[in-house]
């Protein structure tokens, strides 16, 4: 007995709109609940199965499934249709749900073909996290198809008509069977209501669902892949766009024999994961050196190119002074800027000496502040590779030498001697510094760079003092 459009159920609660479905030994109905004027799904048993041997038991198991169901969705999912009530009509027991409008993934598929891979991941990853709930709960749907997937039109999917009201028995007449035995394993469609309840099988459905949705064509029916021996075109075939790994779920959740599929839900949806790119794990081996002993600098790395500069210019110093007879206090002032420390020693008896003779009063006193920097500079070497030290040393000990030769420009009225004097000191300043750090960069010891210095600057003195001496005493 079939009820019609029109028929009141549940003391006028619910008004029968149409037939939905018919299948195996279950009724589905679109409803109204008349108070609310909503929409709702009833499902039944299907009473003309009532000669099957097996229809007693199937009744006993829809009221035990359908008061679980009923108890579930005290906690609603996303994803899955809501339960509302359940209740008895002429011993027919009736299990009531939100009537979900939208499109099925089956009937989308069949009007705009197949559908993209985000898409298919987006519905097949929402119904199976509904798939996982279920399974806690110790359900199995059983018939995950695309006919029972609703995309609603926010485009979110919902699980509807749970497979309590349609099992897929091969002698049965439903007239659902064409289309279901596509996206039912091979032990569901041989035994039927006999088929073990495992996850596995709900896994095997919605990975043929997935299967659908990416190709637009259904998949070999697992019942003549068993007996015909007919093999699961792969998927990738009919899209050469999926992806490898996407394609390997497809395969792996619709083997054929349960013990090769993986035992959850969730096992099988790790399998949807892009897997991340292998890291080819390379240890830089790090080259440690053992300490080297300290090379003494190689000739041709000595800077005898600055050292000659600076040894001419002083040179030309000493012969400017002594062939204008430069008083010993400009000398004095010339030899203060080698920086020797020995010289602050001493200068204090040098500045009173100097401060005697008349006009050099200020002279002296400019002289001895230079000096005592310079032998500070001397005796307190800058960091190395401080070019900014090494600038203020190299100042301070050639700065007595432009004094002396502005002092003596002053005082002897020889400007070419002072312009010759002072110049020669600020070219040696500059020589000095790039000495000083070459000098420095090739480890040379402060105390080296001292003397190598002082040795020069003293020896280009005296040669240039020697050079006007001979040349006068001749003329």
């Given amino acids: 007995m079939v009820w019609q459009a029109g028929q009141l159920l549940h003391n006028g609660k619910y008004e029968i709109l149409e037939v939905l479905g018919r299948g195996g030994f279950g009724l589905t109905y679109k409803a109204r609940h008349r108070q609310l004027t909503l929409e709702v799904v009833i499902k039944t048993p299907d009473i003309l199965q009532k000669r099957d041997t097996e229809y007693e038991d199937y009744v006993k198991q829809f009221e035990a499934e359908a008061l679980k169901l009923a108890k579930f969705s005290q906690t609603p999912h996303a994803h ?23 499109q099925t993934l089956m009937e989308r598929v069949k009007t705009q073909g197949k559908l993209s891979e985000a898409e298919c991941l987006k519905y097949i990853r929402q119904i199976g996290s509904a798939l996982e709930v279920v399974h806690q709960a110790g359900i199995v749907h ?26 897929i028995i091969p002698a049965s ?10 996206f039912a394993p091979y032990e569901q469609v041989y035994k039927g209501s006999k088929a073990n309840r495992q996850p596995s099988v709900d896994i095997y459905a919605l990975a043929a669902s997935f299967y659908y949705a990416v190709t637009g064509q259904r998949p070999t029916p697992s019942l003549e892949r068993r007996l015909d021996n007919r093999p699961l075109t792969s998927p990738k075939e009919i899209n050469p766009n999926l992806s490898d790994h996407l394609n390997k779920a497809i395969t792996l959740g619709m083997a054929l024999e349960k013990e ?48 000659m500069v600076v040894f001419l210019v002083y040179g030309l110093v000493g012969y400017t002074l002594a062939a204008n007879s430069a008083p010993w ?49 001397a005796v307190s070497p800058p960091p190395r590779n401080s070019l900014s030290s090494a600038w203020l040393g190299i100042f301070c000990m050639a700065f007595p030498g432009l004094i002396g030769g502005i002092t003596f420009s002053l005082t002897s009225g020889n400007f070419i001697g002072g312009i010759v004097t002072g110049i020669g000191s600020l070219v040696i300043v500059f020589t000095q510094v790039c000495i000083v750090t070459e000098l420095d960069r090739k480890n040379f010891s402060p105390f080296n760079i001292f003397l190598i210095l002082a040795v020069t600057n003293l020896s280009s003195l005296a040669s240039g003092w020697l050079l006007a001496f001979l040349l006068h005493s001749k003329g």
Wanted: proline share 9%; aromatic share 10%; hydrophobic share 50%.
């Fill in 173 to 182: 007449s439903s007239t659902d069977y064409a289309a279901n035995p596509s």
């Fill in 260 to 307: 090769n599929r993986p035992q959850s839900m969730s096992d099988w949806l790790q399998q949807l994961e892009l897997p991340p790119p292998p890291v080819e794990k390379k240890y830089r081996q790090e080259k440690v050196n053992p300490p080297q002993p300290r090379k003494e600098p190689k000739g041709k790395d000595f800077p005898w190119g600055w050292l």
């Fill in 80 to 102: 899955i249709v809501r339960i509302s009530d359940f209740f008895t009509e002429g011993q027919v027991p009736c299990l009531v749900m939100d009537f979900i409008q939208g």
């Fill in 142 to 167: 059983r018939d995950a198809h695309p006919g029972n997937i609703m995309i609603q039109p926010n485009g979110n999917a919902i699980l509807i008509d749970f497979g309590i009201a349609k099992e």
């Fill in 329 to 377: 206090q400009v000398w004095a002032a010339a030899v203060a800027g080698n920086g020797l420390w020995v010289v602050v020693v001493a200068w204090v008896a040098v500045v009173f000496f100097v401060a005697a003779v008349a006009g050099f009063w200020a002279a002296a006193g400019v002289v001895a502040v230079a000096v005592a920097a310079a032998g500070v500079v």
